[in-house]
Structure formats: structure tokens, C-alpha cells
């Protein structure tokens, strides 16, 4: 196509209700018609992106190929549109006050008063048609996070209505409302939906669209009542119907004939259907498995519903590849020690320790590495995961006593993991890791060659410490083998054990790149080992002290 069209998802009445999904199943569809679509996301909050961000406060840290620390809702795009997105697809509101004031700084304004209205709404408008420039894309759709009425996205809806005024037809609102249901009345209210409305027509924004997020099916009267107060075709009020699964969500929208509006309101061609069958087979698989495994994930903020996002969706897509359910139990490493590690790992065919920064829970992920090792349990290590691993290994196969990473303990005598040479001059914390997609080699004949199948991959970091290649040689006599690096700069990225069923330690993150249509296959490959792993029909050994 010759021209983009903009299509904006925004939110009101509360947070939370699925904009990112709605996104993500709208490019499904428009791709399942034969459109080129891209998602961005547009961040209300002050901080220049979510590096630096506690996963208590925003859930996990999604990295793109281009080294992008970006919102974990672009995790969801990508599963969802098996498109990679870069530093482009997410903005937030620190960095677009950062380039305006460094504009200003450098005298590009020739001396204006710098204002909200035009000089920041023209940042936004210029960042959102940035990834439309070259033409790629039939669709841009653009999530803008918060709810309308919200202070901090007041510069964002302004953007969003010159857009509408300047574009035309070529611009589109969907608005994601909620339809809540009064049990004690037993009926569906819409006036918190009007009211969202009449907060966005304040601010200059009709919507186009209405979806409507609801626990209950919406009859065609409450429909047609959203249409009257909304000023909407009763065409364009959509149901949302809570789901079992995220992955529902684009067939519902597709019955609901979510794209079939979008297409008619911004005048593009029909086509042909929308051919989901590859997305319907995923789905049969993911409700019809013909087994079960119960594999552990290891981590500090297991508590968190979004702190591991991309691993538990990444064990969906491996699950339903292998016809399998994946049951994950999330086990607090603070919570394990030598005595109770028995006890915690019970039942388990596999396990996996998570990635993390700083020293809280770090012994109890290395004890469970200790007894999933000892007890020939299939085990995989993310980042801090493998470096968990070679810690363990240190200590009690090399007997290198107290060995550690430097990043916990400076001054330990075997510091098997250590800082990047070249992180040692960088002060500072966001955007100062390795970051992004780096090619790794890996070696023949080894469980990960026969994983990936091919000598030359590459994956996404988020580090800043290493193997301390000094101890390389004892590693290897001792069977702790590296079987993956980075030539160019030496670095161990990949190791695994001999005589282990499946033991696997990555430096980077594979979670990043798993999607439904490709599942990732380090993921595939360790649910299968787990489903051949019977754990009761072994004695397991006690972890010693």
C-alpha cells in the first residue's frame, strides 16, 4: 500500500482491561487478511524506558533485537504477530521531554517559548509516523497507555486529536471500555463506558470503535444503547468476553468482526478471509494436550503475575508444540535451603532458574541447582540461571570454596562470574548493558547443536557479568562444557553438563523470541526432556550442607 493508516487503542474506566491484547489480536487479524502491520506503545510515565524500572512496579523488561528495554506488552505483540519490534515501537513520556529539551538546547526552536502545545505533541506525533515512514506497513497501531482522564496522557490524546484533524479517514480511534456486572442488580452497567467516552469527547476524540470488556455476553439492546450515548454505529460496539486464554482473544475478535469494521472505516479492500488455521491449530493443541508435566520455576518475584512474562508464555507455546500441559509451580528462591530443598523440588520433572539482578535469593537458587544437578533432574538456567549454575558447580565439584560472582561478592577468591571488561568503565545503570541480539556459535554434536539444529544463532542479552573464561579449563576437565560462544569477543554463552540428561545454562534469553507460530526450541526441547524425566521412579539424593 501507498499510505499508512493509523489505527490508536486507547483506554478508559480502569487499567488493566487488555489494551496490548486488543492490539495484538487486531494485527493478528489484519495480517490473517493479507496486511503488513506494526504495534507501538506509547508509555504515559517519566522514566526514559522500563530498564531501570523494580519488576515490582512494572513487571518484567522485554528487550528487542536492537537492544530496545522496552514495555513488557511488546513481548505480547511479537507472540501475537510473530513480527520483531525495535527502539521505535515503544516511547515514553521521559523520552520524548528528553528530545524536546535537548531541541531546545541546542537552539532547534531559535529561541521560542517551548510548549506542551505544539512543540511535545509534535514529538509524539513525529515518533508515532517514524515507524510509518519508510512504508512498510499498511497499519500502524499505536496502544497509548493509562486511561483517558489520566494527567500524565493528557499530551497523547491532544496528539492523537490533530492526527484525526490533519489525517482524516486515515486515522482510527478503538476505544477499550469496561461493562461491569452488578451481581447484587444481575445486570450489565454501561454508564462507566459512557462516561469514558464523554471524558475522550472532551478532550477533542470521538472514538470509531467501541470494545467492550464484560464478564457477561452483551445483548444487542446494551449494544445499541453504547451505540445512541456513544455516538457509534452499533456495528462498531465490540464484546470482549473475559477469556480462559489471552490466545482466544483474536478469534473472538474475529467473530465479533473487529477487522471487518476496521477495514470499513478506513476504506481499504477486502481481500480475502482471514486464514487463522495455523492459529486454530495452536489452540486445539493448547485445550486438547495429551500429557502433563510439572516443571519449577526458581525466582525472586515469583509473586509477580508479569515478573516472568515471556518464560510462562514461552512454556505455553513449548506445551502446546508438545502436546503437553505445562503445569508451572513458582517457587520463591529466598524460600529454599538445604533442608527444605527436597521438599520444594518434589514432584517436579524439570526445572528452570530465572533470570535477576541483585544477591537476594541467590543461595537458594543455587542450592535447587545443586540438587536438580546431583538428581539428573532436566534443568535450565536464564542468564543469572547459568551463572547460578556455574557458581554451583564451582563450589561443589571444583571445590573452589566460596566461589562466587562479583557482582555479589567482590572480593571472592574464585570468581567464576565477573564483570564484562567492557562494563568496568560505564557508571550509570539504563541502557549500559549488553543488550540486544548478539550471534552465538555453538558446537557439534552437543544437546544444544541438537536443540537448534544449525552451528550459527542468534539471541537477545540483558547482562552485564560473565563466565570468567580464566576458569575454562577446569570447568571442561570437570564436564561443565561451554558449548556456546561469541567469537568475536570470546564469551561463554552456552553451557551444559555431560552425563546429565538435560542440563542447559544460557546467557541470553530465549524467552524473548518465543512466539506462537515459532515456538522457541530451547523451550521445546527442555518440556520434552521434562516429559521424559519420571521423577518418582527415583530416589532422590539430600543436598548437603
Not at 452483551?218 to 468476553?241: G, H, M, P, Y
Not at 573452589?400 to 557482582?407: C, G, I, P, Q
Not at 561478592?409 to 574464585?414: E, H, L, Q, V, W
Not at 518465543?514 to 524425566?533: D, E, I, Q, Y
Request: with cysteine; aromatic share 8%.
Amino acid at each position: 500500500m501507498s499510505k499508512t493508516r493509523f489505527i490508536f487503542v486507547t483506554g478508559g474506566v480502569s487499567s488493566s482491561l487488555g489494551k496490548g491484547i486488543i492490539s495484538a489480536s487486531t494485527a493478528r487479524l489484519l495480517q490473517a487478511r493479507g496486511y503488513s502491520v506494526t504495534i507501538q506503545k506509547l508509555d504515559p510515565y517519566i522514566n526514559i524506558d522500563p530498564g531501570t524500572l523494580n519488576p515490582y512496579e512494572h513487571g518484567e523488561c522485554y528487550v528487542t533485537e536492537d537492544g530496545a528495554e522496552t514495555d513488557l506488552d511488546l513481548g505480547h505483540y511479537e507472540r501475537f504477530s510473530n513480527t520483531p519490534t525495535s527502539q521505535a515501537n515503544n516511547i515514553t513520556t521521559g523520552r520524548i521531554y528528553q528530545s524536546v529539551i535537548e531541541k531546545e538546547r541546542r537552539g532547534d526552536y531559535l529561541g521560542e517559548t517551548v510548549q506542551v502545545i505544539p512543540h511535545i505533541t509534535d514529538e509524539i506525533k513525529y515518533r508515532i509516523k517514524l515507524l510509518a515512514k519508510k512504508g512498510e506497513y499498511d497499519f500502524l497501531i499505536t496502544e497509548i497507555g493509562g486511561t483517558v482522564g489520566d494527567i500524565e496522557s493528557l499530551p497523547y490524546i491532544e496528539a492523537v486529536r490533530q492526527m484525526r484533524w490533519e489525517m482524516g479517514k486515515d486515522c482510527l480511534v478503538i476505544h477499550l471500555t469496561l461493562v461491569p456486572y452488578l451481581s447484587a442488580a444481575g445486570e450489565l452497567k454501561t454508564k462507566p463506558t459512557q462516561h469514558s467516552v464523554k471524558t475522550l469527547l472532551e478532550q477533542g476524540v470521538q472514538p470509531d470503535i467501541i470494545v467492550c470488556r464484560t464478564e457477561k455476553h452483551l445483548t444487542q439492546n446494551l449494544k445499541n444503547k453504547i451505540a445512541l450515548f456513544c455516538n457509534v454505529e452499533s456495528s462498531s460496539v465490540i464484546e470482549s468476553i473475559d477469556a480462559n486464554s489471552i490466545y482466544e482473544v483474536p478469534l473472538l475478535m474475529r467473530e465479533e468482526m473487529l477487522d471487518v469494521e476496521i477495514l470499513r472505516k478506513t476504506r481499504m479492500k477486502f481481500r480475502h478471509e482471514p486464514d487463522m488455521s495455523s492459529w486454530e491449530d495452536f489452540l486445539f493443541r493448547l485445550r486438547n494436550p495429551r500429557r502433563e508435566v510439572a516443571i519449577g520455576l526458581v525466582g525472586k518475584y515469583v509473586e509477580l503475575k508479569d515478573a516472568y512474562k515471556s518464560i510462562t508464555e514461552a512454556f505455553i507455546h513449548a506445551g502446546a508444540h508438545n502436546e503437553c500441559k505445562v503445569n508451572l509451580k513458582m517457587i520463591h528462591s529466598e524460600h529454599i535451603n538445604p533442608d527444605n530443598v527436597r521438599k520444594m523440588m518434589s514432584g517436579l520433572s524439570g526445572v528452570l532458574v530465572a533470570p535477576g539482578f541483585g544477591e537476594r535469593g541467590i543461595e537458594g537458587k543455587i542450592t535447587a541447582i545443586q540438587y536438580v544437578r546431583e538428581n539428573k533432574i532436566p534443568f535450565l538456567g536464564i542468564c543469572l540461571g547459568m551463572q547460578c549454575a556455574v557458581i554451583e558447580f564451582g563450589r561443589h565439584v571444583l571445590g573452589f570454596e566460596k566461589a562466587h560472582s562479583t557482582e555479589f561478592d567482590p572480593r571472592t577468591p574464585y570468581p567464576v562470574i565477573d564483570m564484562m571488561e567492557e562494563q568496568k568503565k560505564i557508571s550509570g545503570l539504563g541502557g549500559t548493558m549488553r543488550l540486544g541480539a548478539y550471534p552465538c556459535r555453538l558446537t557439534k554434536g552437543t544437546t544444544i547443536y541438537n536443540v537448534y539444529k544449525k552451528e550459527d544463532i542468534s539471541e537477545r542479552h540483558r547482562h552485564r557479568y560473565e563466565f570468567n573464561n580464566k576458569y575454562l579449563a577446569d570447568y571442561k576437565k570437570a564436564g561443565m562444557i561451554p558449548v556456546g560462544y561469541n567469537t568475536k569477543d570470546n564469551l561463554v554463552e552456552i553451557i551444559e553438563l555431560k552425563d546429565h540428561p538435560w542440563f542447559v545454562g544460557v546467557q541470553f534469553h530465549p524467552e524473548f523470541k518465543s512466539t506462537v507460530m515459532n515456538p522457541h526450541p530451547l523451550f521445546v526441547s527442555f518440556v520434552k526432556a521434562a516429559t521424559r524425566n519420571n521423577q518418582t521412579a527415583k530416589k532422590p539424593a539430600k543436598v548437603k550442607k
